[in-house]
């Protein structure tokens, strides 16, 4: 079946911009993770949807960034007037429930504030 | 101190040989346990869960001590495919925590 998938793949945007990425979880999955990571970096936590809803936003590094889930499926995460310290990769991940082990994730969006 | 804490590395071991990696974990409530692998300019994909009794995937053993709150992952007959950056991750409650990961070179 179909795993989790994110657009664009890559995204390179000037500084002061907006930008919007996008991950499509698999099918059925109620929770949903977004992570950045920046190069040679771990992982950090983002924000975390359960359904439609956002019970953990604590992740989120500044107001610039936000996200939304809507039918309990698509996320999108908006970063407004993007800065150069916001170049990463961008991770989403889903798994079927908040309570279900395994995590699966989506292959990136590589974002480049330039 | 970080909920999860792993030796970033990088180790440079060579082929044939065993390494092994450890990861601590601060919260007792920790409830489930996992390695994963990360490639280089990849996604992080499960490697294996971690239990009490220990589980064996081939030449993978992972091992979680919960009075000491570590985990190990143990790689036998290394491989140069096994070079990658193996991440401990900890679920508690709806949370999933990561370590910031293991690097490790397999050399010819």
């Known amino acids: 079946g179909a795993g989790v998938s994110q657009s664009p793949s890559n995204k390179v945007t000037e500084k002061g911009k907006d930008v919007e990425l996008r991950c499509d979880p698999i099918?059925?999955?109620?929770?949903l993770y977004w992570y950045r990571q920046s190069l040679g970096q771990g992982l950090e936590f983002l924000i975390y949807f359960q359904g439609n809803s956002a019970p953990d936003k604590s992740g989120l590094p500044s107001d610039r960034f936000s996200a939304e889930r809507t039918g309990g499926s698509v996320s999108t995460l908006t970063i407004q007037r993007t800065q150069q310290e916001d170049s990463a990769v961008y991770l989403c991940?889903?798994?079927?429930?908040?309570?279900?082990?395994?995590?699966?994730f989506g292959p990136g969006t590589r974002l480049l504030v330039l | 101190r970080k909920e999860v804490e792993q030796d970033p590395g990088p180790f440079n071991v060579p082929e044939g040989a065993t390494v092994a990696f450890n990861c601590t974990y601060s919260n007792s409530a920790s409830q489930s346990f996992f390695w994963y692998r990360q490639d280089c300019r990849k996604e992080p994909k499960l490697l294996m869960s971690v239990y009490s009794s220990g589980n064996e995937d081939g030449r993978f053993t992972a091992q979680l001590n919960r009075a000491s709150q570590y985990i190990s992952l143990l790689i036998r007959d290394s491989k140069l495919s096994d070079s990658a950056t193996y991440l401990c991750?900890?679920?508690?409650?709806?949370?999933?925590?990561f370590g910031k990961g293991t690097r490790l070179h397999i050399l010819p």
């Open positions: 991750v900890v679920n508690r409650d709806d949370k999933i925590i």
């Open positions: 991940a889903s798994r079927p429930g908040p309570f279900q082990e395994t995590q699966y």
């Open positions: 099918s059925g999955h109620t929770a």
